[in-house]
RNA sequence: GUGAGCGUAGCUCAGGUGGUUAGAGCACCGGUCUGUGGAACCGGGGGUCAUGGGUUCAAGUCCCAUCGCUCACCCCA
């Protein structure tokens, strides 16, 4: 049997109704806070990433589902929305619109990794983007719009992890250092850890890699922090005070490293407490000049993204039910062959407004109600000779068993009164 | 990409050390029950035992490979 390809699944009833209600929640948050929803292609030429989330990337290196089409042009299944959304902002001129432009998106994401709980080859995404303002407000607004999206769906077992990853001299004095003070250890590190010496020392500093942790305590290395500009500190204490005028409790984390290139200053993640080992809910920061690789002007953003399927998961683990589909308001019976057609025209008239199914042959009473209780219908309505001769229709509760025959001209009113 | 565990009906699972026609519960269909209820009882349809190869008189059961799932590493959403 031929089934979905690995790491990508089919999304039905009950997960389906959790992702529509965190789309439709997360409309409702950022459209308040006047985000304008974006729709890119799934679909990028490979450079839109290579560019903007960065050559070195763990995402670029290993994980692009990647192909060259029939022109020759090479292409990207999207690993992430950023950089596709900032192609867009810059194709559509959005730079001469009132700073900051304020975009969101939602969609699938496509990363060829090996799947485990949370984690898919095909997942989906709702993020944020404020672009063309480098203000520390523009940041903390955004911090606080995802907080507002957690609190919306009532999530509560989570923390904001917040750091700062400084400017990019910031990061290249500081990638500078650490080569200088790791390379004498250099044999003690693990593998990946010695490619990212040469690439990217600061990644090192997440490794939870025994080995690596070693050096790095005997090395007696500096953390980044340590090497801020003055502006980019200020630029942190500015969106730190921001937050806690806000009320909003975060978790300091010096060594919060994000894993796309384009990221510069403020930088955060949120952590649920219950998912295991993929607990990273979401996570953003500050992107400023993500324009200029692009090819455009180097303009300020600020952005972030959350899972979706880990926030499903999240809902699940606290216990959050997700809202399902409108219950079945009137199931349709038809007693005799000739009340089939007249059931089926009844449906018809009092949809949309109601949730009508009806039985597409002449059922016995008894049946027909055990059909409808398992459709969850609240009301049963009977078409029979009867009825017919009377130009009536007979109605019954489920709940209380009280039943009543009403003209059948009459039913649209007395099921508007009973909504 | 690495490691470990696991693949039996639509779902959840039984099937000691190999031994007739592979089972249960739930779900589905029908009946008891031809104008009125959820229950109960009776019956029914459903399986290439993940796939391919091997060992054996004999494989759901043992061995190998492949595929898939799960969890973890890694990384992150």
Known sequence: MIKAVRGTRDLYGETLFYKRWIEDTARRVLEAAGALEIETPILEEAPVFERGV???????????????????????????????????????????????????????????????????????????????????AVDAEAIALLIDLLRALGLKDWTIKLGTVGDPEDRARYNAYLREVLEPYKEALSEDSRARLVRNPLRILDSKDPKDREVLEKAGVRPLWDFLSDEARVHFRAVEDLLKALGIAFEEDPTLVRGLDYYARTAFEVHHHRLGAQAALGGGGRYDGLTALLGGPSLPGVGWAVGTDRLILALEAEGIPAPGAPALDLYLL??????????????????????????????????????????????????????????????????????????????????????
């Not at 057609?341 to 009473?365: G, H, M, N, W």
């Not at 008894?366 to 409808?372: D, L, R, S, T």
């Open 54 to 136: 960065g050559a070195t990337s763990d995402i670029v290196q290993k994980e692009m589902y990647a192909f060259t089409d029939r022109g020759g042009r090479r292409l990207v299944l999207r690993p992430e929305g950023t950089a596709g959304v900032m192609r867009a902002f810059l194709e559509h001129g959005m730079k001469v619109w009132p700073a900051p432009v304020k975009l969101y998106y939602r969609g699938p994401m496509f990363r060829a990794e090996r799947p485990q709980k949370g984690r898919y080859r095909q997942f989906y995404q709702v993020g944020y983007e404020a672009v063309g303002l480098s203000e520390p």
């Open 334 to 419: 038809p007693l005799d062959e000739a009340a089939v057609a007249e059931a089926l025209a009844l449906a018809e008239q009092l949809r949309p407004r109601f949730r009508v199914e009806l039985a597409y042959q002449p059922k016995r009473p008894g049946k027909g109600i055990k059909e409808a209780e398992k459709r969850g219908a609240r009301l049963v309505g009977f078409l029979g000779e009867g009825e017919r001769a009377r130009g009536t229709i007979s109605v019954k509760r489920l709940d209380t068993g009280e039943q009543t025959e009403l003209p059948r001209e009459a039913l649209f009113g007395w099921l508007e009164a009973l909504k």
